[in-house]
């Protein structure tokens, strides 16, 4: 079985998280930049299948700018068998469909019986990569998915919605994406950290995948503005001094709950 693994570096969900205002994209320089933490629970999920199935091959893919090296390590630190980068600065910018197609590209040119990818990344959040990869490939899609069920010819889990939750199935080779109901990543061991440096990683471009990416690439949606959120604005205060339910009450008058 090989499982492909699509792992994003995103900034620090701790840290102060900012858009350039100039270009629209991540100011990757205003936090350290962190492994999603969806994508780690993508890693566990293909590790954990691996531990059971002697000679399963889990491979991370990211599409990333170069300084993304130390991220994908993390991943072959945690397990993973090999790692392939796709690292093109004509990349930068792309937009959701030019990053499904270099992807779904890489997943071809690597091979795959199995990709896990996040439901939703925690910077970008377009939440659709997932299933714009299954969609390029033409494999079935079960996507946002609770549980997760792989066996030798297919892959299953929970997909729960507002009205219920739907057990859904398919054959491989298939494309799934996970939510965070899922375990969390394992923490790496020293001995991990250390064999993740002699594991392959490949490094690609996107002339090397044969997608087309003019220099800048052209994404087909455009981003005509964009604005900082206002900073949040102090709540009210309410002060017991023997009348805070009615003072409560006329706050919740005026602001039409009530
Ligand atoms: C040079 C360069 C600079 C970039 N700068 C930015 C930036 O500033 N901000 C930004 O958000 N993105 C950046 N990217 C990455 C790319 O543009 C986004 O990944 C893409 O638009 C996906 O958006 P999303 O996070 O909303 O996807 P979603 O659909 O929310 O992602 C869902 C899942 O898809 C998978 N996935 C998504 N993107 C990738 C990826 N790149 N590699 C592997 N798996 C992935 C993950 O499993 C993720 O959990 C850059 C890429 C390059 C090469």
Redesign the pocket.
């Known amino acids: 079985m090989k499982i492909v693994v699509?792992?994003?570096e995103v900034p620090d969900t701790w840290g102060e998280r900012r858009l350039d205002l100039e270009t629209g994209?991540?100011d990757?320089g205003a936090s350290a930049p962190v492994l999603?933490e969806?994508?780690e629970r993508?890693v566990e999920a293909a590790l954990t299948y691996a531990d059971a199935h002697e000679g399963t091959e889990v491979v991370v893919?990211?599409?990333?700018?170069a300084s993304a090296t130390a991220t994908v390590r993390k991943a072959l630190a945690m397990g993973a068998t090999s790692a392939v980068h796709v690292v093109?600065?004509t990349?930068?910018g792309?937009?959701?469909l030019l990053?499904a197609e270099v992807?779904a590209a890489a997943i071809r040119r690597t091979g795959f019986d199995l990709v896990i990818?996040?439901?939703?990344?925690t910077?970008?959040?377009?939440?659709?990569?997932?299933a714009m990869i299954a969609e390029i490939l033409g494999v079935p899609q079960l996507t946002a998915l609770s549980s997760l069920d792989v066996s030798e010819a297919a892959v299953a889990g929970d997909r729960v919605s507002d009205a219920g939750t739907m057990r859904v199935s398919a054959a491989l080779p298939a494309v799934v994406?996970i939510t965070e109901a899922l375990p969390e990543g394992r923490f790496t061991t020293f001995k991990g950290i250390m064999a993740a440096k002699k594991k392959p990683y490949e490094t690609l471009d996107a002339g090397a995948l044969g997608v087309a990416a003019e220099n800048p690439a052209v994404p087909r949606y455009i981003m005509l503005s964009v604005a900082e959120r206002p900073p949040r604005a102090a709540g009210t205060k309410i002060v017991d001094e023997g009348d805070a339910g009615e003072k409560l009450a006329a706050f919740l008058v005026a602001e039409g709950v009530a």
């Open positions: 699509a792992i994003k994209l991540t990757r999603d969806i994508g993508a893919l990211t599409m990333a700018p093109d600065d990349l930068r792309a937009d959701l990053t992807l990818a996040g439901n939703l990344s910077d970008g959040g377009g939440a659709v990569v997932p994406s």
